[in-house]
């Protein structure tokens, strides 16, 4: 029995050691080498009060419960998330016959870049709509006023579904 413990105690060390790089969890799904996230505030051209705050305060959210990033307040970060928001559209989509709105689509396209410490990027710049075109997920916000929704809900609903698009565009590929 000893000569048996002399030959597994060395292959059990040596199967560990060829473990030690492996991550488990939500570690998984995101850059090893980075720890800390900068998010300046979300630039936009729109009309419509405080867009770029509520997406940037719901961008900066989503990454602290959703990634095992840290949100800091400087430039000094391991990466830094910016985001323009490009275009942000409202649209008629059910009129009733005098030509009253009765159903809306509110629809918002942001620019990300993602870069590290030295200014490279970590993933190419993307374009995120609502919605998008190519994706299987439909996260057009719909704006029912006859149900009690009013644009500022509805905006809303919209903000959160873009920030949880920008967010896992931080996950690594596949």
């Known amino acids: 029995m000893p000569g048996v413990k ?3 105690t060395p292959f059990l060390l040596l199967l560990l050691a060829g473990c030690a790089s492996y991550r ?3 570690q998984t799904l995101y850059a090893p080498d980075v720890r ?5 505030m979300i630039e936009t051209n729109s009309f419509r009060r405080n867009l770029g705050e ?3 305060e719901a961008v900066v959210k989503e990454i602290e419960l959703k ?7 400087t430039p000094d970060a391991d990466s830094i998330l910016s985001a323009r ?3 942000e559209t409202k649209r008629v989509t059910i009129e ?14 942001v620019e990300i870049t993602w870069l590290n410490r030295r200014r490279a990027p970590l993933r190419a710049p993307t374009t995120l709509a609502l919605p998008p075109e190519l994706l299987p997920v439909n996260n057009v916000s719909t704006l029912i006023p006859e149900a009690g929704q009013s644009v500022a809900t509805a905006q809303q609903q919209a903000v959160e579904r873009l920030a949880q698009q920008i967010v896992s565009t931080m996950e690594e590929p596949w």
Do not use: Q
């Not at 800390?36 to 300046?40: A, D």
């Not at 990634?67 to 307040?73: C, E, I, N």
């Open 6 to 8: 002399r030959f597994l």
């Open 24 to 26: 488990v969890g939500n």
């Open 36 to 40: 800390t996230v900068y998010v300046p």
């Open 85 to 87: 928001m490009v275009g």
């Open 96 to 109: 009733n016959r005098n030509d009253d709105p009765r159903a809306l689509e509110i629809s918002m396209a």
């Open 67 to 73: 990634t095992p990033f840290k949100v800091v307040g």
């Open 54 to 56: 509520r997406l940037t």
